[in-house]
Structure formats: structure tokens, C-alpha cells
């Protein structure tokens, strides 16, 4: 067992601040993206969309989205990870799509049917933005990896993010994700104990 | 940059079925709560608990309470993620804890404010069991790079679980994690295109 995850695990930190006029390539917000959609999600749905954002206008507006805090304010890119929620209805096209090829070559109906309850109980814009959560930590992980700052930002206007990427109803942003190179070193790891 | 994480995440799947009568060794299921432990979290909560699961009788208890799925019972060990709901009361000792910490040597009242308002818009539960997810896509990736099968399930009677957990009200299962070494391989990956 080599020990290399834990160090990438215990490497990445929220960065505050991102070091200005420094960009992101295309190339490593692919990877990002990669790492993201491999990730896992319940019932194979993949309730997520991923908006890379390099452009300054854009950048400016997902910044103010967030209160303009520093590490949006100065981001060299964000990957804004998008939950598709209008999507989950049991009856759209995307589920049915999704079913399909979940369920390979066999029978979609029982799972199908196992969602359609999954579904009325429960509050599925919550629940599929809590799925992104598992997409974001493989991006937050591979930022690290690749050498890049990242911060996750939860706190944003979610109207005026919409807005500003221009999603449609039915998709809500779920997390900004800030990245660049990092302006300050780890802070002192604050962790509660295991036990 | 090294392609190796890229690896880790193209590596694991959710394994449908593990060898009989295999044991995931303590010193194993500890880097895989540190994996878990070191996750992002919003507002610095670490809203989540790590049950690490191995004897027989509650291994059975967690099977029955996720349906006998096969992943599950024939799992050699489980990580239950629990997500803290009552302690996120804005006003718990766990809050304040976290919050003195969180603001190392500042002035933990804005922070404070600030999640006062979000506790009172948000639906706590879901919210922090979505929060659970990064710690999950943490351990799941660790499991992978240790050589362990895992299997992340969602579908589980939660009553059940709790009490075959004796959870304390104010806690809720987020997450099951089944480990072992996996019986099968790799099957094809599924994944809809970035776009």
C-alpha cells in the first residue's frame, strides 16, 4: 500500500487567497472535470453539471455572487459544480436515460420503481445538491494533486449565480469551487478528534 | 504533476460482492477514517461521526437494516458515516466549539451570525448528510488505494440502522460504507459524457 492519497488528502486546504494575474489551463480544468464526473452518486444518476469558468466577466460576476469574498475575488478559474434537479423528476428523459444504462443489459423497471419511492419522500433539490458533494471532493482532491489552491464556497446567491452562468430552471448551483495557485502557505490543520 | 489520483478515482466501483470470511485489519479501517476526518466541510462543522463496524453480530444487524443487498452481507467490515444533526444547533456546545476553533485567535461572533442565518433558511438533516458525502468520497477513495473493495449505500432502513448502531436521537446515518476485498472485477464504466 503506498501512502501517497493520505499525503494528497492531508496536503489539500481551503486557500483564502489566490496569487493575482495567474491562470488556469484548459488542460487542468479538464482533469479537474475528469475527476469529477468519475465520481460516485446514488443510483447512478450523476445529478451534477460542471461550469469550468476561465473568463474575466465571468469570474467577476461568479465573485460578486459571492460576496466578493478573497478567494473568489481573486480565483484564476472556478469549477462551479451544478445540481440537476428539475432532471431527478422519475419521469424525465435524463432518469429514464440513466436507468438504462445502470441498468445494462437487464431490467431498468426495479430500480425505477425503487426511485419513483425514493423520489416522493424525498427533498430532492437538498438531496442532489448534497450528491455534487461527492464530485466536489474529487475535484477538490485532484486541485491538490495538480498543485493547485482550491476553495470550496457554499455561501454564494444562488439567484444571482444562476443568473450569471445562465442556468436554466431546474439546475441549482451546489458548490463554487475557487482555484488558482494559493497566495499562503496551509494554515495549522484544525480537525476534531476521531473519537 | 503525477497522473496517480487520476488512477485512484478511474480505479474504484462500487463492489456488488465480497469474499466470504476475508477481515479488513483495524490498522486499515484507521486510514480510512483519517481519510474521512480530513475532509472539507462548510463553515469548518465536520457535521459527521465514523462508526468503523467489524464484529459479526453487528455486521449482520447493518445487512438486515440495508435490506441483505449482497455488498452488504458479505462485507468483512463497514465505516457508517453518521451525520451530527443536534449538535448543529447554533446554539450547542458543539457549535461554539467548533467556531472558537474555527476562528483560531479571532472573534468567532461573525461566523457565528452568519451560520445562525443559514441554520434557520436550511434543512439541517439533509444538509448535513449531504455534507457526509465528503467525507464518504474521501474513504471510498482510500479504500481504493489500499486495495479494498467498497460500496457506498444509501438505501437503508434508517430506523433500524440507528438502533442496530444505538445512534443518540440527534444523529442520523448518512452513509454505509461495505468493505472487503471484492469478488469480481471492475465492471464497465458508466458515465454520461461531460457534455
Known amino acids: ?12 486546504y481551503a486557500c483564502r487567497e489566490f496569487v493575482a494575474n495567474q491562470s488556469v489551463s484548459l488542460g487542468e480544468l479538464a482533469l479537474l472535470v475528469e475527476a469529477g464526473r468519475l ?4 443510483f447512478g444518476l450523476e445529478p451534477w453539471r460542471f461550469i469550468p469558468v476561465t473568463s474575466k466577466a ?12 478573497p ?18 423528476d422519475p419521469d424525465s428523459k ?10 445494462r443489459d437487464g431490467d431498468p423497471a426495479p430500480i425505477h420503481e425503487a426511485y419513483r419511492a425514493f423520489h ?28 493547485l489552491g482550491s476553495c470550496p464556497i457554499g455561501g454564494f446567491d444562488a439567484a444571482a449565480l444562476s443568473a450569471a452562468l ?13 482555484l488558482g495557485r494559493c497566495a499562503h ?3 495549522q490543520r484544525l480537525r476534531k478528534a476521531f473519537n
Open 1 to 12: 500500500m503506498q501512502p501517497d492519497l493520505l499525503d494528497v488528502i492531508q496536503q489539500r
Open 166 to 178: 445562465r442556468l436554466p430552471p431546474g439546475e441549482t448551483p451546489a458548490l463554487v469551487i475557487a
Open 185 to 187: 502557505a496551509a494554515p
Open 120 to 147: 416522493r419522500a424525498e427533498s430532492i433539490a437538498e438531496w442532489a445538491q448534497g450528491q455534487c458533494n461527492f464530485a466536489a471532493a474529487h475535484i477538490l482532491l485532484q486541485a491538490t494533486h495538480q498543485g
Open 39 to 42: 465520481a460516485p452518486s446514488a
Open 58 to 69: 465571468k469570474r467577476t460576476a461568479i465573485a460578486h455572487a459571492c460576496q466578493d469574498q
Open 94 to 103: 435524463y432518469v429514464q436515460k440513466q436507468f438504462k444504462a445502470e441498468a
Open 71 to 88: 478567494a473568489a475575488a481573486a480565483a484564476a478559474a472556478f469549477i462551479v459544480v451544478v445540481a440537476l434537479v428539475a432532471a431527478l
